[in-house]
């Protein structure tokens, strides 16, 4: 059976995707879609137009791992309606672009099933982690925070261009697209009503403009705020730290040639001292042998200043037979050793 939900068109150099219908409807899976994407050249870029009400999330969820998975990259288009799933599709993108007459809608994953409570239990569960899931790709593609995302999907919100744009949702908005044959029952949307679905403008308030929701955007402005003046601080904090680490740096530097100068001065001052005591010594020298020349010349004899002259031998000898202590005796020899033995050797 040929999928009527989507269709390929290759072109030159890119591949023309159009998903114009219910995601996994008319009993073709995604399996059928991710099996044609195969046969598309690795250097193709995808081009994916899309017209859709939404469908099976995990058929949608294959489709876009798939597409996003693709080498040639991925362009998604938002022709006319990309609801429920199909937004999911829509912000795979990069970029992700959205017609001027648009619309974009998220809302809560839903599902049903028939058999006992353990069944619908199960069914719960399951449901619980998908919707995880599609938080997770609507917060990692707009960069709100999670509780505004959850409010929007469980207000199910509907977004114009514009406000898909100003969201992040989408990149940018192109000029409206020419009529799109395709029409859907939208009465299973809660909030569908409130569109004139015939030019996709809002007959009433966006729900984005509710009191609890602008007291979502509000508070998360507020964060944001504080955010960016955290971050300016720190940069300021941090800009001080590499200015003082940098006057730290100098002064150590400083410090360091300051100890070098003290260093080189020290050893210039001993230098200086040793030269000059050598000067002294060499001075006292030439004033002694020149005083030597002079009193030679005329015929005096030097006098030795603070000398006492020696003791005559005979004195010596003299003085030593006087002392009659013994111990007396052996210190009087002990210092005048020299005298005494000269005077006996004779």
């Known amino acids: 059976m040929k999928a009527t939900w989507y269709e390929f068109k290759a072109k ?13 409807g008319f009993g073709i899976s995604a399996s ?54 199909a937004s999911v599709l829509a912000i795979a993108g990069r970029p992700a672009r ?13 599902g049903g099933v028939y058999g006992d409570s353990a069944e619908m239990r199960r069914t719960a569960a399951l449901l619980d982690k998908v919707q995880e899931s599609v938080i997770a790709a609507y917060v990692n593609r707009t960069g709100k925070p999670r509780d505004v995302i959850t409010k929007m999907m469980d207000d199910e919100t509907w977004m114009n261009a514009e406000e898909a744009k100003a969201f992040g949702f989408v990149d940018s908005i192109t000029a409206d697209t020419e009529a799109i044959a395709a029409k859907f029952d939208l009465s299973k949307f809660r909030n569908a009503h409130k569109f004139d679905t015939t030019n996709n ?7 984005i403009e509710t009191p609890e929701y ?54 210039s001052i001993e230098k200086t001292a040793a030269e000059h005591a050598a000067a002294l010594s060499d ?11 002079m009193l030679a010349q005329t015929g005096t004899t030097p006098v030795v200043i603070g000398s006492p002259a020696a003791p005559e031998p005979n004195a010596i000898i003299t003085q030593f037979n006087a002392i009659t202590n013994p111990i007396e005796r052996v210190r009087f020899y002990r210092a005048n050793k020299v005298a005494i033995d000269a ?4």
Not at 98 to 110: F, P, W, Y
Not at 343 to 346: E, N, P, R, V
């Open 32 to 85: 059928a879609f991710v099996a044609e994407l195969q046969s598309v050249p690795k250097n193709h870029r995808l081009v994916l137009r899309i017209h859709s009400p939404g469908g099976s999330v995990l058929d949608g969820n294959v489709i876009a791992n798939a597409i996003k998975a693709h080498p040639g990259g991925v362009t998604t288009h938002i022709d006319g309606l990309a609801a429920s799933m």
């Open 343 to 346: 005077t006996f050797s004779k």
């Open 98 to 110: 959205m017609a001027a007459n648009g619309l974009l809608m998220i809302h809560n994953v839903s």
């Open 201 to 207: 403008q809002p007959s009433k308030p966006m729900l």
């Open 214 to 267: 602008l007291a979502l955007v509000a508070e998360h402005k507020t964060t944001c705020e504080l955010g960016v003046k955290l971050k300016t601080d720190l940069e300021a904090v941090t800009a001080e730290k590499t200015e003082l680490s940098a006057k730290l740096s100098e002064a150590q530097n400083k410090l360091t040639d300051a100890d070098k100068a003290i260093t080189e001065l020290k050893a």
């Open 283 to 293: 001075f006292d020298k030439k004033v002694s042998a020149k005083a030597a020349t």
């Open 12 to 24: 030159s150099d890119e591949t023309e995707i159009l998903l114009y219908d219910e995601i996994g």
